[in-house]
């Protein structure tokens, strides 16, 4: 089945500086990459996603690439600011119905 | 609109003990998963269900046994609770026939004594 690795497992970044957080995955059938963030006791929530047909996609700070040939994709957050402090999630499915298989999470601290 | 909803948000057992996990989308969605967090593990897939009559063992389905009662309902039952069952179970739910978003419910806090 998929395996997806997610690095680093902790980041910290002072604010303003920027933030990559990379996955690589193993099932080259894997069409569907969302990354989720989870604030401290909470419920993981979507901030972004791309399909195996587009390279990059772009909201405001956030962005994602995807290297199929490689089979990774990678987070960059710009501009960082503490309310980004949280843990992210990458995922990876092949399943049109949506089964999602999930990095460890990386940890997050924006400090000021 | 409620979104994914799942009770209780907290329990304690005994090992031994049995519960039912419950959870319910108001979203009209087909999918529904049953996922579990350990610290350093991320999200585990414990059971999923892609449609109403239908459920399929994830990755760590074993312990647990899941119902689908309806499109709304999903249920998550561990019949005789160990230890190693102590985890944060998040219940979440997404449209079939496209990947798309999946929306969490916002988890429940299980400790096995």
Partial sequence: GENVEQHPSTLSVQEGDSAVIKCTYSDSASNYFPWYKQELGKRPQLIIDIRSNVGEKKDQRIAVTLNKTAKHFSLHITETQPEDSAVYFCAASRDSWGKLQFGAGTQVVVTP | ?113
């Fill in chain 2, 1 to 113: 609109n409620a979104g994914v909803t799942q009770t209780p948000k907290f329990q304690v057992l005994k090992t031994g003990q049995s519960m039912t996990l419950q959870c319910a989308q108001d979203m009209n969605h087909n999918s529904m998963y049953w996922y579990r967090q350990d610290p350093g593990m991320g999200l585990r897939l414990i059971y999923y269900s892609a449609s109403e009559g239908t459920t399929d063992k994830g990755e760590v389905p074993n312990g647990y046994n899941v119902s689908r009662l309806n499109k709304r309902e999903f249920s998550l039952r561990l019949e005789s609770a160990a230890p190693s069952q102590t985890s944060v179970y998040f219940c979440a739910s997404s449209e079939a026939g496209v990947n798309t978003e999946a929306f969490f419910g916002q988890g429940t806090r299980l400790t096995v004594v």
